[in-house]
């Protein structure tokens, strides 16, 4: 028996998956500290909002283009790693011994991929340094001389390490010293003569254990939905040589997870560490169900307050939500959502 051609009805077309509409959102810290009103004359603070604004709408056009939080991310902290003003790349602040060693983490919250580098010289753009780890290595984290000479393999910009000297940030390790009785280590080779013009940055005011400010972070929303977070910074000024701060330890300085939230973190590097304070923000919000906020004050002004740390964070949530939170008198800060208008603080009676 010949089989008859079964006609099938015509297959209706499938319906077109329409992602969900996401409006993008980028949140930039610049640090925390004891940065008060009466204290930062308007030139300096002008400069400060100035800068921020600059990078965090160089992450938005990414963003408003269909960009990646990722390159979002990367984008704003090169910036800012070139910008005198802050601890991170050009700007860092020195070690006991008079050098900059600079600390980076990168996490892409749509596949839990990390990248993280401590105490590297030589590589102009940590945070690049960092995704590079991500993309084009095995591992999580590398260190120092590795990790640098990984990244002239990757094709990274390597600079001389005076490349990151300023004559500001010098002169504030050489004041805290001179306060402390400490011997204050040479004038790093390659650096421009003394007497050079200073820009002057946010200078710290408190005990010389407070962290300086300046440390850099971003965390973004995409449209496609995803997050990612990433912080860049020179650490703790005096610090030992090796010292490593909290800012490249994924779940400490730096978290994303679509799962739950995008977290960077700016503070005393210890406590951060000992709290894994970005990883607790995003546990709060998926285990507990708090709002991102309700989770980020949770850890800020409880567990770190707790312990007697200080700092802040900025957040992002693949819903849209965003927050920020520090027990710290200021901490430098934009935010800006597809639509909106860019918000950029600096104090802590700003909204
Ligand atoms: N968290 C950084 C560190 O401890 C410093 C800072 O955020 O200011 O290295």
Redesign the pocket.
């Known amino acids: 028996m010949i089989a008859l051609a079964q006609t099938t009805p015509a297959q209706q077309p499938a319906e077109p998956v329409v992602p969900p509409a996401h409006r993008w959102t980028l949140v930039v810290h610049g ?3 004891v940065i008060e009103r009466a204290k930062m004359d308007a030139k300096t603070e002008a400069a400060y909002r100035a800068s921020l604004t600059q990078a965090t709408e160089a992450g938005a056009k990414i963003l408003d283009r269909g960009g990646s939080a990722l390159d979002a991310v990367e984008a704003v902290l090169n910036i800012l790693e070139d910008d005198p003003l802050f ?1 991170a790349g050009r700007g860092a602040v020195f070690t006991a011994e008079g050098k900059n060693e600079l ?1 980076s983490s990168i996490m892409d919250g749509s596949n839990l991929k990390a990248g993280a580098v401590a105490g590297v010289t030589r590589t102009r753009h940590p945070i690049s340094l960092a995704r590079a780890v991500m993309e084009k290595s095995p591992y999580v984290m590398m260190a120092g001389a590795g990790a640098d000479a990984f990244g002239a393999k990757a094709g990274l910009e390597q600079v001389d390490p005076s490349f990151f000297f300023t004559e500001s940030r010098w002169q504030s390790l050489v004041k805290q010293f001179e306060k402390e009785g400490r011997p204050v280590p040479p004038r790093p080779a390659g650096a421009p003569p003394a007497g050079g013009p200073v820009v002057p940055v946010a200078q710290m005011q408190e005990a010389p254990d407070t ?5 850099t972070g971003a965390v973004a929303l995409d449209r496609a939905g995803n997050i990612a977070a990433g912080t860049s ?1 020179g ?2 000024q005096g610090k030992m040589p090796g010292r490593v ?3 490249p330890i994924i779940g400490a ?1 730096t978290y994303a997870s679509n799962q739950s939230c995008a977290v960077s ?5 210890e406590y ?1 560490i000992r709290l894994g304070v970005a990883r607790e923000v995003c546990n709060l919000v998926y285990f507990k169900g708090m709002t991102l906020q309700q989770a980020a004050d949770q850890v800020i002004h409880k567990e770190l307050e707790g312990l007697h740390g200080d ?1 802040g964070v900025i957040a992002v949530m693949p819903d849209g939500q965003l927050a920020w939170s520090f027990n710290t008198p200021g901490m430098f800060r934009a935010r800006l959502v597809e639509g909106d208008k860019l918000q950029v603080g600096i104090y802590n009676d700003e909204p």
């Open positions: 640090g925390a500290g601890n600390d962290h300086l400010y300046g440390t910074t650490g703790l701060g909290d800012s300085g973190g700016t503070g005393t590097g951060f700092g």
